[in-house]
């Protein structure tokens, strides 16, 4: 029989579907395991090859711990809401809702016809009211919590509001906005329902606040950092700004230390913690107070309460080298201080700064930029006045927005003062600030106070934060580079806050009327007066009474009110869905107590190290938060966690150029030719991009799509002139009548042109070649280009299995193939554990190989052979199980055991030398014993014919080794 792929996998992709194989129960006696992938934002374009590559790891995974006994919940969804299906809607006025369905029909036929063995009756899609009643559940939970410092865990608002009837908020211990006021019982029974409310919202969990965004004016929307790439936004390659909004804040800055303290319990790479804790960026040090002088008269006494900056060090014991200070150019205090002579320039600093995003500035370690206020503070120790400037290399969402400069401490300090002739005192003359010891050494050098003489930076540091505590103007800090999450969209496509606004204040619409559902709209587009999306929403209040939403013109503001107009982010969706998987038909909670006790959390998480500071670490926030109100047993969600490498494409390029106005392409050999007439057009001839978008010389390199492309890198000229019409008349400048493309191995992308599409391999070579193959390409955590030659020799093993298996006899299996067997059942065990699937499928072609060349037949054989190869090719190991008599899926059947009694040798082949040349060998016992050794090799025949009657003089026999007859 033909190995006939493509019958077999439609067959056993209907056997699994219909009789639900794999559907995992939450009561059951097994002992459990939860093997998770992070579920696809479902585009358009469908999956390509690169994608799957986790999907089979955790596949593999999954499907070998049923076959050790294991109940395996291995479930799949779809994280829905986006700004892709949004910018399409606005492009084409299709609604998200309807290309996202049919985006997601696209990726679950890609899914199935790959044979995983994904629980579907669990599958969640983050945009399904059903699965985003649950977000809002969880928005309202963190509104309705405060953080308790004295407890370390959040608690329930009304044990804040208890605290406040009884004592007020001095001896409250809670995370809170700085601004929070004092107050005693007294004065807080005394507040009005809206002032409590404003109170409350400064500890709430989830809150309100005037927060600085990164805004995208072409996508009308906030961008979170990691949707800005090189300054412009991910998605359309759009300006951002910096831009001051009233948003919606998660307080994940509550839980810093314990974010930081949790990487030391689970199992997640190290690059990944690093990650992490770097974008957390815990740092000893003092908070210090200077004190703003009120006007341009530097010499003028202080003001009864004048504004201050609070500026964070870790250097503490430097404050006697201060010698400016520099603000964000987004500091509040800015406009405030600025003096009238410098208000222009400071101005249109600002606004060119707003351009940049924070991560473009971050990076920017060479450009050195600033202006100068006109405004100083006071030393708080020497009273002596200190400029105060601005420069974009001070981040308002770092600290406190605020640095003091110490140009002996560090370099951009130093270099800033240069640069702008700032005076640097004389102490710093001959300092070099590049000495690795310098830091050693800065207390010394800059000590002009009698109480800081003679300390080490260390003591220094303490005694500097003590004397800063006697006045007033600081305090010991430890300080997070980690900040407040800013919660809001001005997107339509995401789930709406279960938010309506009386007298201004938030409300909260009652558990029992969620989901509160997307209205419709007939824009995708912010409003004409600058609201989201939603602000176009006809239908769009709350009716208190009725507990339903209704129309916008039925709005009172006595029971009927607005509702919220943002949307929730991304990471909303995203942030619970591995606990509802657990339970997720549950319309009553979002799990039950039984559900989460068997299930407990996430056994194996396979994903991309892309969402180190974005979704890994908001979930593990709010799994936090979760276990804290009581709600999940575990506050880590994960206990093992992979990165997958990444598969790449190799990438087509052609290169354009204009000559004598014409648009030119010019074959990869040919570009040297053209390299002094290029860079002579460069200073000025007609092209339609500048040059500087491209390079020193005005030749621009392009992607082609690789379908047009053939393995000789020859381009298919009229094929691509079909394909980008644009080009249809362009001129060809050829190398031996061909054009020869350039190549680079790139990520894959649709934007690359350089994608493969899985479906094509499938119909070609079927799914477990596929499989096979991307396991085959390497190490599961390392990138891997892609070459689809390669796949044939993973299919060529798989027709050769299926060989193996022509004759099947019930006769015992010898020893060899026994051996070899077991050899397999030891490795294949070892590499899966250890997660090497690329040496699993080296070790099957082995075996295989070994099993024909024995000749084996034996049914024996053949079962064991055939459950150790289902987890990576599981549908010819369904229907090789069957031929094998097999009326049940292999799905569960035991993993083979190792003994190791196969493989100990019980015989060695040892090589016989004659004066040292070997003639033959002979398989001896290894039992045996020298004088047995020699006694058996001399009454052999070869030796005899070897010998010839001769007596040996002298025989060499090294037990388990050689035999050599000296004659």
Not at 96 to 119: C, H, M, V, W
Not at 323 to 328: H, I, K, Q, R, V
Not at 345 to 358: F, I, L, N
Not at 369 to 396: N, Q, R
Request: glycine share 6%; aromatic share 12%; hydrophobic share 35%.
């Amino acid at each position: 029989m033909n190995y006939d792929f493509r019958d077999i996998e439609a067959k056993w992709q209907k056997y699994w579907a219909e009789n639900e194989t794999f559907k995992a129960i939450n009561d059951s006696d097994k002992p459990k395991f939860y093997a998770l992938s992070m579920f696809p934002y479902p585009s358009g374009a469908g999956l390509h090859v690169g994608h799957p590559l986790g999907y089979i790891a955790t596949d593999i995974y999954s499907r070998y711990k049923r076959h050790k006994g294991f109940n395996v919940l291995h479930p799949m969804g779809y994280d829905s809401f986006g700004l892709p299906a949004e910018q399409y809607a606005i492009q084409t006025g299709q609604h998200p809702a309807i290309t996202t369905e049919n985006n997601i029909k696209r990726y679950r036929e890609q899914l199935d016809r790959l044979g995983f063995s994904f629980d579907w009756s669990r599958e969640v899609r983050t945009s399904n009211p059903g699965y985003y009643k649950w977000t809002q559940w969880i928005f309202i939970q963190l509104f309705n919590s405060w953080y308790n410092k004295s407890s370390d865990k959040a608690e329930a608002i009304e044990t804040l509001v208890s605290l406040f009837e009884k004592e007020g908020n001095t001896a409250v211990e809670a995370v809170c906005d700085e601004d929070a006021p004092n107050f005693g019982a007294a004065e807080w029974n005394a507040f009005s329902e809206k002032e409590k409310q404003e109170i409350l919202l400064k500890y709430r969990l989830t809150y309100l606040a005037d927060t600085e965004v990164n805004w995208c004016p072409a996508l009308g929307t906030v961008l979170a950092n990691d949707e800005i790439v090189n300054g412009v936004s991910e998605r359309g390659g759009h300006p951002v700004i910096r831009k001051k909004m009233t948003q919606w804040s998660m307080r994940i800055t509550a839980y810093a230390q314990r974010l930081l303290d949790g990487l030391n319990k689970i199992d997640w790479p190290q690059p990944l913690k690093d990650s992490q804790t770097n974008w957390i960026g815990r740092s000893e040090g003092a908070s210090v107070t200077f004190n703003v002088i009120p006007n341009a008269d530097v010499t003028s006494s202080a003001v009864e309460k004048p504004d201050t900056i609070e500026v964070f060090t870790t250097r503490p014991d430097t404050i006697f080298g201060v010698s400016f200070m520099t603000l964000a150019p987004e500091h509040d205090l800015v406009p405030k201080i600025t003096t009238p002579e410098q208000k222009a320039e400071v101005e249109a600093y600002v606004e060119a700064t707003a351009k940049r995003s924070e991560r473009d500035r971050m990076a920017d370690v060479k450009t050195i930029s600033g202006v100068f206020t006109g405004a100083y503070a006071e030393h708080p120790f020497t009273k002596e006045p200190v400029p105060i400037w601005i420069g974009d290399y001070v981040l308002a969402s770092y600290g406190t927005g605020a640095v003091m400069a110490v140009p002996c401490g560090d370099q951009r300090d130093y270099d800033f003062a240069k640069h702008y002739n700032i005076a640097i005192p004389n102490i710093f003359e001959g300092v070099d600030i590049s000495e690795e010891a310098f830091a050693d050494k800065a207390t010394t050098i800059i000590a002009n106070s009698d109480f800081l003489n003679g300390l080490s930076y260390k003591e220094a540091t303490k005694k500097v934060i003590a004397e800063l505590e006697k006045i007033g103007h600081g305090v010991g800090k430890v300080n997070y580079r980690l900040r407040d999450a800013v919660f809001s969209r001005q997107r339509y496509w995401g789930e709406p806050f279960p938010v309506y606004y009386v007298d201004g204040m938030p409300q909260m619409i009652d558990l029992e009327h969620l989901p509160l559902e997307l209205p419709e709209v007939e824009k995708y587009l912010p409003t004409e007066t600058g609201e989201p999306p939603l602000g176009n929403a006809t239908t769009w209040a709350w009716d208190r009474l009725k507990a339903e939403v209704v129309s916008n013109e039925l709005i009172d503001h006595v029971n009927v009110f607005p509702l919220e107009l943002n949307t929730m982010p991304g990471w909303a969706g995203s942030s619970q869905y591995f606990n509802r998987y657990m339970d997720p038909r549950n319309d009553e909670a979002i799990f039950s107590p039984e559900a989460i006790g068997y299930w407990q959390d996430v056994d194996l998480y396979i994903g991309g190290s892309e969402h180190a500071t974005g979704h890994l670490l908001y979930s593990r926030f709010w799994q936090k938060f979760m276990f804290d109100r009581g709600y999940v047993p575990k506050d880590e969600y994960v206990q093992k966690l992979i990165n997958q490498g990444m598969i790449t494409g190799t990438s087509a390029f052609v290169y354009r150029t204009k000559i004598n106005g014409k648009v030119t392409f010019i074959s990869k050999g040919k570009i040297k030719t053209y390299a002094d007439y290029l860079i002579e057009i460069t200073d000025g001839a007609d092209f339609d991009l500048k040059p500087e978008q491209f390079g020193t010389s005005a030749l621009q390199k392009i992607h082609a799509d690789v379908s047009l492309v053939n393995a000789s890198d020859e381009l298919d000229v009229e094929a691509f002139k079909k394909w980008q019409p644009e080009y249809k008349d362009a001129e060809f400048i050829l190398e031996d009548g061909k054009y020869i493309v350039g190549r680079e191995v790139e990520k894959m992308s649709k934007s690359k042109y350089n994608v493969v599409n899985p479906d094509a391999i499938c119909e070609e070579y079927g799914a477990d070649s596929l499989r096979l193959y991307e396991m085959f390409l390497g190490p599961l955590e390392q990138s891997k280009p892609w070459n689809t030659a390669g796949i044939t020799g993973v299919h060529s093993f798989l027709k050769k299995l299926w060989r193996l298996f022509e004759v099947i006899e019930d006769k015992e299996p010898t020893a060899d193939n026994l051996k070899t067997l077991h050899k397999t059942i030891k490795k294949v065990e070892e590499d899966i554990e250890n997660f090497s699937f690329n040496t699993s499928v080296s070790t099957f072609m082995i075996c295989v190989n070994e099993l024909t060349a024995q000749k084996c037949t034996s049914r024996a054989i053949f079962e064991q052979l055939a459950i150790l190869v289902s987890p990576y090719a599981p549908h010819i190991a369904e229907e090789l199980w069957e031929r094998l008599g097999h009326t049940e899926s292999i799905a569960e059947a035991p993993f083979p055991k190792f003994e190791e009694k196969y493989l100990v040798e019980s015989s060695k082949e040892y090589p016989i030398s004659f004066n040292g040349k070997m003639r033959f060998k002979l398989e001896l016992p290894l039992d045996m014993g020298k004088d047995e050794i020699e006694a058996a090799v001399l009454a052999h025949e070869k030796t005899q014919e070897q010998l010839q009657g001769r007596t040996p003089k002298k025989v060499i026999v090294v037990p388990g080794k050689i035999v050599n007859i000296v004659g």
